[in-house]
């Protein structure tokens, strides 16, 4: 662990005689407003609720004003400084600190998938005003391994994440951050607390992840439709929204005037907007409990038919697919399942999975779930491996196929909540670190695909 002198405080003397010896002139253009007070940097930090086993990223650590309150406590620091000579110095400092990490990058820029294997995982930062909202937007959007940010910003731009309909602030920003987090001012903090000082008080700003309050729904599409709505929102909603459907019925189903503008649509309402358009069949669909399955022996020779919900009470042997997406950077496509999925819900799973029904051969399943659950249309798919049914597996046989895309996907959000891109090496760390993540499946079939990879190897 650290040093004891590495804890100790420093005073803004101090701060300005360490800038000058880096050679660092606070950059205007940066947002180089360095926190000096003692008291705001403790303060701001227990607000974070640090707990053993917290990993916590600070972006935008400067001079380590906060981080000196973080690295006694957290059992990893990963530290990520856009300026060379401040990262540096931050390296030299916590050397010998086996438990920090320090990049040396641009935080809008910064790889998050590194961090899902380090979960539980909390966002630290006095962000720089003119990069904050690119920075938020990459640590925060989903799927985001963060589970708790506090950030401190200008007032002006907390005052838009957390404004309310039909006031000038309320914007893209707003319904975008509201409708991933639940974000509260805590405090606002004095120009006299940096250096140099700002014209402008700043705000800290506490967020956690919304609850489940909302109907799922397609995020991409959603977004869409805030930024037509606020593209010109001075203009009619009418006037913005895709052709594909009536404004009327759709202004009378969330209960607002046809002549309303976007600034006067709460998030509610737009999430409703965003059901309405949502044109994919399997929207409201997450599984059906009627569909027949056929149900197997041990060597997938077929005894008899039952209905879905029969054969998942009773752990009766059946068949599903599993396909593996990879794109052109050899990253694999993991989804995470829909809160309301009968079995694995809210866990990571394969690209896309799903099972036989009566009478159906495992290649022509395959093609059919990759087109419904990722909007993939291709025969072009590679069987790789055979699964018997297991307990691990849910009692499925299942087939494992390779598939290549690197375009656009579109997933029915009854099905799938979000889904993200990994390298492999990312997913085998990932896997040993949390197997908790992830649905059983999806980890039986990766160990036959890794264990296959190991072999062509050798």
Not at 270 to 281: G, K
Not at 308 to 319: G, K, M, N, P, S
Not at 400 to 410: C, I, K, P, Q
Request: negative net charge; glycine residues 6%.
């Amino acid at each position: 662990m650290c040093s004891e002198a590495l804890m100790t405080s420093v005073n803004q003397t101090e701060i300005k005689q360490r800038l000058d010896a880096m050679g660092v002139n606070p950059s205007k253009k940066l947002g180089q407003n360095f926190l000096i007070d003692e008291n705001v940097a403790r303060w701001i930090v227990e607000q974070l609720e640090i707990n053993p086993g917290d990993t916590v990223v600070e972006v935008g650590p400067g001079t380590g004003a906060l981080t000196e309150h973080v690295v006694g406590i957290a059992d990893r620091v990963v530290l990520i400084e856009f300026d060379a000579r401040l990262a540096e110095d931050l390296k030299n400092r916590y050397q010998s600190c086996d438990h920090v990490e320090v990049h040396h990058c641009d935080g809008a820029r910064f790889d998050t998938t590194q961090l899902y294997k380090y979960q539980p995982v909390k966002l630290l930062g006095n962000l720089p005003y003119s990069a904050g909202g690119a920075i938020m937007r990459n640590f925060m959007r989903k799927p985001s391994p963060v589970c708790k940010a506090v950030l401190m910003l200008q007032k002006e731009f907390i005052d838009r994440i957390i404004a309310k309909p039909r006031t000038k602030a309320y914007g893209v920003l707003s319904l975008r951050m509201q409708s991933e987090w639940l974000s509260r001012p805590v405090k606002t903090i004095p120009p006299q607390a940096f250096f140099p000082r700002p014209l402008i008080d700043s705000t800290v700003m506490v967020c956690d992840p919304r609850p489940d309050d909302l109907p799922v729904y397609d995020a991409r599409l959603f977004d869409e439709l805030v930024r037509r709505g606020f593209a010109q929102r001075r203009k009619q909603v009418r006037k913005q929204m895709p052709a594909t459907k009536r404004w009327e019925d759709a202004a009378s189903l969330i209960e607002v005037s046809e002549t309303a503008r976007a600034e006067e649509i709460d998030l509610a309402q737009w999430v409703a907007l965003t059901r309405y358009y949502d044109e994919h069949p399997l929207k409201d669909n997450a599984q059906d409990s009627d569909e027949v399955f056929d149900v197997v022996d041990h060597d997938d020779n077929v005894l008899r038919q039952e209905l879905r919900e029969v054969v998942h009470r009773e752990d009766l042997l059946h068949r599903a697919v599993h396909v593996f997406v990879f794109n052109k950077n050899k990253e694999l496509f993991l989804q995470k399942r829909s809160r309301l999925k009968d079995k694995h819900p809210g866990v990571w799973d394969s690209s896309a999975a799903g099972h036989l029904n009566a009478g159906e051969g495992y290649d022509e399943t395959a093609v059919r779930e990759l087109e419904e659950e990722l909007g993939i249309i291709s025969n072009d798919l590679q069987e790789v491996a055979s699964l018997s049914a297991s307990v691990e597996t849910g009692w499925e046989h299942i087939k494992l196929y390779l598939a290549r895309h690197d375009g656009a996907l579109r997933f029915p959000c009854s099905e799938i909540e979000t889904g993200e891109w990994f390298s492999m090496d990312e997913i085998r760390a990932w896997i040993a670190a949390r197997p908790v993540d992830f649905a059983s499946g999806f980890i039986e079939c990766w160990n036959a695909f890794d264990a296959m990879l190991g072999e062509k190897a050798k």
